[in-house]
């Protein structure tokens, strides 16, 4: 029997499905170490740019798995999402959202190639350098810290399974 139901029900957003992974790369974004040991500026741009360092390590691991594809564009709308809400609580309007949360994207794009550079490279430091701290190099040991924790997440997520990965609800230490 036809069911009028289905045609004004609502579905489930299926990118719900990735809500507690986006929610752990916002958590692990959110970490002290990062501002404390890491010197990051706990600033509306130091922290988005820790949620694009988190984000990208945490797609190119999706990338290794092709049939998860999927969960990386659903994982990426949901960013997409929460940096336009973000945008607006904070007040802007409605004509400036669109080109803010395009620049955002854009440069969590350019993150995701910057951000396959190998552990420990100069070209990883120099991308970090860039992104976190806008292209004035920190102290050697928060340099350091970033780098070494950096690599300790890349580790972790490169450990996890992907289908474990993309249904997670915290990233690996």
Same mark, same amino acid.
């Given at each position: ?47 988005? #740019?820790?949620?694009?360092?988190? /984000?990208?390590?945490? $797609?190119? @691991? ?6 998860? *594809? !999927? &969960? ?49 490279? #100069?070209?990883?430091?120099?991308? /970090?350098?860039?992104? $976190?701290? @806008? ?6 040991? *928060? !340099? &350091? ?29």
């Amino acid at each position: 029997m036809f069911s009028i139901s289905r045609i004004f029900g609502s579905r489930a957003d299926p990118r719900e499905a990735r809500r507690p992974l986006w929610n752990a790369v916002v958590a692990a974004a959110r970490a002290p170490h990062w501002y404390v040991e890491g010197g990051v500026p706990d600033t509306l741009d130091g922290r988005f #740019d820790m949620i694009s360092l988190i /984000l990208a390590l945490v $797609l190119h @691991r999706i990338d290794d798995a092709p049939d998860q *594809a !999927l &969960a990386g564009v659903e994982l990426t709308e949901l960013f997409v999402n929460d940096m336009d809400g973000q945008m607006r609580q904070v007040g802007f309007g409605d004509m400036v959202v669109g080109k803010q949360v395009g620049r955002m994207v854009g440069a969590l794009g350019g993150r995701l190639g910057a951000y396959r550079a190998p552990d420990g490279s #100069d070209a990883l430091k120099a991308a /970090l350098v860039r992104n $976190l701290w @806008r292209g004035v190099e920190p102290d050697a040991e *928060a !340099l &350091a810290h970033v780098m070494a924790a950096t690599a300790k997440l890349r580790a972790a997520l490169q450990a996890m399974p992907v289908e474990a990965l993309v249904v997670a609800d915290r990233l690996p230490e």
